[in-house]
């Protein structure tokens, strides 16, 4: 069975979600779903460096970063959050999602253990809280993202505040 018939079976068993659309109504909190996992490079760290300008010592610098306090280099922050949107973009909830999304309002993020080269991540979600906005046609949802390592770590922890599309009533 192919991956559009799947999607197309979908709906009856989710209840009569619009068939290759959710909206801002399909997303209930405690709705949690998982990505696909990515390992983060050496060649990942440095090309996050190179393109960002970002030099920091700890990511680019060995000598530096043995005397530091994670004794090695460690990944950008913000390399880890860019991997998670990546990888969030690509699940088929996402996917369902994008064309009800109407705007990302903000992300909140916490970087709580070092994520190294060699690190596999893999980006657990949450629905935390969805409420409507002040129109009538649109409603904001915020997810937690946690990225989790191959060793069971939390590392990045992003609140994810989203406007969507709800559904047209009739």
């Not at 390399?79 to 909830?93: C, D, E």
């Amino acid at each position: 069975m192919t991956q559009a018939q799947n999607i197309q079976q979908a709906p009856a068993a989710l209840g009569g979600i619009t068939p290759g659309h959710y909206f801002w109504e399909d997303l209930p909190v405690g709705f949690k779903y998982r990505t696909s996992s990515r390992t983060i490079t050496e060649a990942d760290i440095v090309s996050f460096a190179a393109l960002t300008g970002d030099m920091n010592r700890a990511h680019v610098d060995d000598e530096a970063a043995r005397s530091g306090p994670f004794g090695q280099r460690i990944a950008h922050g913000l390399l880890v959050v860019s991997y998670m949107a990546g990888l969030n973009s690509r699940t088929i909830v996402n996917q369902l999602l994008e064309p009800s999304m109407l705007a990302l309002l903000g992300t909140e993020c916490r970087f709580i253990k070092p994520t190294l080269a060699g690190d596999t991540v893999t980006v657990d979600i949450e629905v935390m809280e969805a409420r409507p906005s002040s129109k009538p046609d649109r409603g904001i949802v915020k997810f937690r993202r946690n990225a989790v390592t191959q060793r069971g770590d939390v590392v990045v922890e992003c609140l994810v505040s989203m406007l969507f599309k709800r559904r047209e009533v009739v």
